[in-house]
């Protein structure tokens, strides 16, 4: 097994040998392009201690943040989730799961994406306070707990990756 270290990465299991008993296959780097991958899979089908491998299959992935991988998804899609998840980090991986599609994903970080808050609340409250003109009078009447409630129920997607870290997007 050769371990190519990177934090986002597949194993890559030969099939021929899986099938006779054995276990082959290697770590490769899923932030490289499709080309080099492909090279990759190669080498280690090449280096089969079954003669004549050229079937593989996609056994195990790290560093996707969630967002799941199939056993013969295509290099094109491994090379483009790879990709979007480095850009975006845990929001990426828990965007691609939510949606289930990374073009879907892709979309909304693109044009529905309002910010990272501490909490639904506060977005709730930064949106008041820049949108409404509250008597001073009135501004400790109003509860934000509330209005997070509704505004998750009708009109955003909250998504928590962290302690006090909640990403808001908008319905559309």
């Not at 276990?23 to 003669?51: C, F, T, Y």
């Not at 009078?137 to 109003?142: A, G, H, P, T, V």
Request: charged letters at 30%.
């Amino acid at each position: 097994m050769t371990d190519k270290t990177g934090e986002i990465r597949i194993y890559v299991a030969c099939l021929a040998a899986y099938n006779a008993g054995r276990l082959h296959g290697a770590w490769i780097d899923a932030l490289q392009d499709e080309e080099d991958i492909r090279e990759a899979i190669a080498e280690m089908l090449k280096a089969s201690p079954e003669k004549g491998a050229e079937e593989y299959a996609t056994h195990d992935y790290e560093g996707f943040e969630g967002a799941r991988l199939e056993e013969y998804s295509s290099i094109e899609t491994v090379c483009a989730l790879a990709e979007f998840i480095d850009a975006h980090g845990a929001l990426g991986g828990k965007l691609v799961d939510y949606f289930g599609d990374l073009d879907d994903a892709r979309q909304a970080m693109e044009d529905y994406y309002a910010g990272a808050y501490q909490s639904v609340a506060d977005f709730a409250a930064d949106l008041t306070e820049q949108t409404t003109e509250i008597p001073e009078s009135l501004q400790y009447y109003i509860d934000y707990e509330k209005m997070a409630r509704d505004m998750e129920i009708n009109d955003i997607l909250s998504i928590e990756t962290g302690f006090e870290e909640v990403h808001i997007f908008w319905r559309h």
